[in-house]
């Protein structure tokens, strides 16, 4: 079942052409990661899926992407809820300057629950997800800019969780991070796809086969092949795709 | 010695006689106005109104409409001031609009204040019918301090950084909400110092509430002493020093003056440190 498709989708910031006619059918529950050289529109691909490029004022989209069956880009649509259902985590772990407390409960106080209780065993349930609880439970009330990078970004992926999405979009979440806290979130990315579909833009080829389900290659705004993972850095269809996880370039 | 090191000593001393100086100068002026105003203050003349039949001079009138004045002022510049810097730096798109809206606010903050005075007394005094009052004087110092109070809150917005406000869009929060809990928390340092940089200006200014404000020395509560002229602290100074001649009296409100801001600055430094210190908390 694909949760997220996209047809013929163009995109442009300003005059130069970002995404020239992807077509992807995104699996439900599973792990697709996007791979390419830096500039190759991966990143601006993972930005289109929640709508962030509606941020920058020179973007033009053509095409369409729907989630659940909704074209998310039509005038119905209220952005805040398309981001309540695709929640993002971003390259550089970014905690907002409050405690870890309300960090967690920023999302669910935002989509309107005040109630304490409840905040409590979101935010519980949250961390507990994100496997940062043990780490931080005495110290919820404490500002989360003082947690380690790694911990500062899986209070970013809790953070996310809060608001309950179907979809995380991960932007290079481990590209900031030690080796360590890299593995903690590749271990945490694989119990989170029990439940949710986790789109993950890397760098890392090794971190796409050690994690994915499928991959993505993406060249020069083109997608250039789709597929399962495995086969794809076995047997790449595609000459350039061949190239590029051989290392040829990139 | 050779040539390097007299040319290295040279400048060295060069250098050290710049600081001395100009430490000295400000110690030097400092010391004088303290010396020649702290013992011609006391509790009569901070607690009286002047009066003529006892031939008594008191300053208290002068520091509560000082403190109106101020209060007054605030109320007015600091929504105006952090509402344009908010629209400047989070809404608006048109860039060469916000460069004009930019540059009119620094040649605001660059004409001299007698101007402002001017422009005061025919809008607000004349136009608006307001007549020689503190509520003239008040307004007529928002507008000369919107462009410092819209300034900085405009920088301490822009340092805040981009990644916050796209972590609360992630979230699905609305424009506003990512203002109200994200954004502004962030810069209330700057509106802050914004705000003290207006009152240090508006502690010192003369010139502009002479055409505005008035010289009344009448002691009023807050509301009657909005319509009413009055002389603030340093108008007073002014008036105390050419006309009556009251030098004593003059250097006795300097040294306050040189106090209120001493304490001024300090406070602003430490209201800085102390949102530096709960932002790293």
Same mark, same amino acid.
Request: aromatic share 10%; with cysteine.
């Given at each position: 079942? *694909?949760?997220?498709?996209?047809?013929?989708?163009? %995109?442009?910031? /300003?005059?130069?052409?970002? %995404?020239?006619?992807?077509?992807?059918?995104?699996?439900?529950?599973?792990?697709?990661?996007?791979?390419? #050289? *830096?500039?190759?529109?991966?990143?601006?691909?993972?930005?289109?899926?929640?709508?962030?490029?509606?941020?920058?004022?020179?973007?033009?989209?053509? /095409?369409?992407?729907?989630?659940?069956?909704?074209?998310?880009?039509? #005038?119905?649509?209220?952005?805040?809820?398309?981001?309540?259902?695709?929640?993002?985590?971003?390259?550089?772990?970014?905690?907002?300057?409050?405690?870890?407390?309300?960090?967690?409960? +920023?999302?669910?106080?935002?989509?309107?629950?005040?109630?304490?209780?409840?905040?409590?065993?979101?935010?519980?349930?949250?961390?507990?997800?994100?496997?940062?609880?043990?780490?931080?439970?005495?110290?919820?009330?404490?500002?989360?800019?003082?947690?380690?990078?790694?911990?500062?970004?899986? %209070?970013?992926?809790?953070?996310?969780?809060?608001?309950?999405?179907?979809?995380?979009?991960?932007?290079? #979440?481990? *590209?900031?991070?030690? #080796?360590?806290?890299? *593995?903690?979130?590749?271990?945490?990315?694989?119990?989170?796809?029990?439940? +949710?579909?986790?789109?993950?833009?890397?760098?890392?080829?090794?971190?796409?086969?050690?994690?994915?389900?499928?991959?993505?290659?993406?060249?020069?705004?083109? %997608?250039?092949?789709?597929?399962?993972?495995?086969?794809?850095?076995?047997?790449?269809?595609?000459?350039?795709?061949?190239?590029?996880?051989?290392?040829?370039?990139? | 010695?050779?040539?390097?090191?007299?040319?290295?000593?040279?400048?060295?001393?060069?250098?050290?006689?710049?600081?001395?100086?100009?430490?000295?100068?400000?110690?030097?002026?400092?010391?004088?106005?303290? @010396?020649?105003?702290?013992?011609?203050?006391?509790?009569?003349?901070?607690?009286?109104?002047?009066? @003529?039949?006892?031939?008594?001079?008191?300053?208290?009138?002068?520091?509560?409409?000082?403190?109106?004045?101020?209060?007054?002022?605030?109320?007015?510049?600091?929504?105006?001031?952090?509402?344009?810097?908010? @629209?400047?730096?989070?809404?608006?798109?048109?860039?060469?609009?916000?460069?004009?809206?930019?540059? =009119? =606010?620094?040649?605001?903050?660059?004409?001299?204040?007698?101007?402002?005075?001017?422009?005061?007394?025919?809008?607000?005094?004349? !136009?608006?019918?307001?007549?020689?009052?503190?509520?003239?004087?008040?307004?007529?110092?928002?507008?000369?301090?919107?462009?410092?109070?819209?300034?900085?809150?405009?920088?301490?917005?822009?340092?805040?950084?981009?990644?916050?406000?796209?972590?609360?869009?992630?979230?699905?929060?609305?424009?506003?909400?990512?203002?109200?809990?994200?954004?502004?928390?962030?810069?209330?340092?700057?509106?802050?110092?914004?705000?003290?940089?207006?009152?240090?200006?508006?502690?010192?200014?003369?010139?502009?509430?002479?055409?505005?404000?008035?010289?009344?020395?009448?002691?009023?509560?807050?509301?009657? =002493?909005?319509?009413?002229?009055?002389?603030?602290?340093?108008?007073?100074?002014?008036? @105390? =020093?050419?006309?009556?001649?009251?030098?004593?009296?003059? !250097?006795?409100?300097?040294?306050?003056?040189?106090?209120?801001?001493?304490?001024?600055?300090?406070?602003?430094?430490?209201?800085?440190?102390? !949102?530096?210190?709960?932002?790293?908390?």
């Amino acid at each position: 079942m *694909s949760i997220i498709t996209a047809k013929d989708l163009c %995109l442009w910031y /300003g005059a130069t052409q970002a %995404l020239k006619n992807i077509n992807i059918e995104i699996p439900e529950r599973s792990i697709t990661a996007l791979i390419g #050289p *830096s500039g190759c529109g991966k990143s601006t691909f993972l930005k289109t899926l929640n709508r962030m490029n509606d941020l920058i004022p020179s973007v033009r989209i053509e /095409g369409t992407v729907t989630y659940g069956g909704q074209d998310i880009f039509a #005038p119905s649509v209220d952005v805040n809820d398309l981001r309540k259902e695709i929640g993002m985590v971003f390259q550089k772990p970014n905690p907002f300057p409050m405690s870890i407390y309300d960090n967690i409960a +920023y999302g669910p106080r935002t989509h309107g629950i005040k109630n304490k209780i409840q905040l409590d065993d979101i935010v519980e349930e949250a961390l507990q997800g994100a496997a940062i609880w043990d780490e931080v439970k005495d110290r919820l009330k404490k500002s989360a800019l003082g947690l380690s990078g790694g911990q500062q970004q899986r %209070l970013c992926i809790a953070r996310a969780m809060a608001v309950k999405p179907k979809v995380l979009l991960m932007d290079e #979440p481990t *590209s900031a991070l030690d #080796p360590i806290s890299t *593995s903690k979130i590749e271990d945490l990315t694989q119990q989170l796809k029990k439940d +949710y579909t986790i789109i993950m833009v890397t760098h890392n080829m090794q971190q796409a086969v050690r994690i994915s389900d499928n991959t993505a290659f993406f060249l020069l705004g083109e %997608l250039v092949e789709f597929g399962d993972t495995e086969q794809m850095f076995s047997q790449p269809q595609d000459k350039r795709t061949e190239d590029y996880i051989t290392g040829r370039f990139g | 010695m050779n040539k390097r090191n007299i040319y290295n000593w040279t400048m060295q001393i060069l250098m050290w006689l710049a600081a001395g100086i100009t430490a000295g100068l400000t110690l030097f002026l400092l010391g004088y106005v303290l @010396y020649k105003g702290l013992p011609n203050i006391t509790w009569e003349l901070l607690s009286t109104k002047p009066s @003529y039949l006892t031939d008594r001079i008191g300053i208290l009138p002068d520091i509560l409409n000082t403190v109106y004045i101020i209060l007054t002022t605030l109320v007015f510049v600091i929504p105006l001031g952090v509402g344009a810097a908010i @629209y400047l730096t989070e809404y608006a798109s048109n860039k060469r609009v916000v460069a004009m809206i930019e540059y =009119a =606010a620094e040649t605001l903050s660059g004409i001299p204040s007698i101007i402002y005075g001017l422009f005061g007394s025919l809008f607000f005094c004349q !136009f608006m019918d307001l007549d020689k009052s503190l509520l003239a004087g008040a307004l007529t110092l928002v507008i000369m301090n919107l462009p410092t109070v819209m300034r900085t809150t405009q920088e301490s917005l822009k340092t805040v950084p981009q990644s916050y406000r796209e972590g609360a869009f992630g979230l699905g929060a609305g424009k506003w909400r990512v203002i109200r809990t994200v954004v502004l928390p962030g810069c209330v340092d700057g509106v802050v110092t914004g705000c003290i940089l207006s009152i240090g200006r508006i502690v010192g200014e003369s010139a502009a509430l002479l055409f505005t404000a008035g010289f009344a020395h009448a002691l009023n509560g807050f509301v009657d =002493a909005l319509f009413t002229s009055g002389s603030t602290l340093t108008v007073a100074l002014y008036m @105390y =020093a050419t006309e009556g001649g009251e030098f004593g009296v003059a !250097f006795a409100i300097a040294a306050i003056l040189m106090i209120l801001t001493l304490i001024i600055n300090l406070s602003a430094s430490l209201i800085g440190k102390y !949102f530096e210190r709960k932002k790293n908390a």
